[in-house]
């Protein structure tokens, strides 16, 4: 019964900001690791941060400085804080959390930076 639903996309200009969130059900959300990813038209799907149940944080070098993941356990949503967005952090991006050797997908929000 676990599900990971993505919010928050939409169009912003270069150089602003943008707040993603994953809201997930079930009750493995305090024990995963939660990470965002991205894919680009024509591009595979990358990695931009990931966040252990104890918030250990890791990131993609273009995320770094400019992204920041956080979780809310009492709540089971993971964020994504976008800053200083770039026309090529336009994609779609994806949640997902990692239990048990298993790998769970949202389905997806849209982010699309002009410029």
């Known amino acids: 019964q676990v599900q990971l639903v993505e919010s928050g996309g939409g169009l912003v200009q270069a150089g602003g900001s943008l707040r993603l969130s994953c809201a997930t059900s079930?009750?493995?959300?305090?024990?995963?690791?939660m990470g965002w990813y991205r894919q680009a038209p024509g591009k595979q799907r990358e990695f931009v941060a990931t966040?252990?149940?104890?918030?250990?944080?890791n990131y993609a070098e273009s995320a770094k400085g400019r992204f920041t993941i956080s979780r809310d356990n009492a709540k089971n949503t993971v964020y994504l804080q976008m800053s200083s967005l770039k026309p090529d952090d336009t994609a779609v991006y994806y949640c997902n959390a990692v239990r048990g050797g298993i790998i769970y997908w949202g389905r997806g929000t849209q982010v699309t930076v002009s410029s």
């Open positions: 079930g009750s493995i959300f305090s024990s995963s690791t």
């Open positions: 966040i252990t149940s104890r918030s250990s944080t």
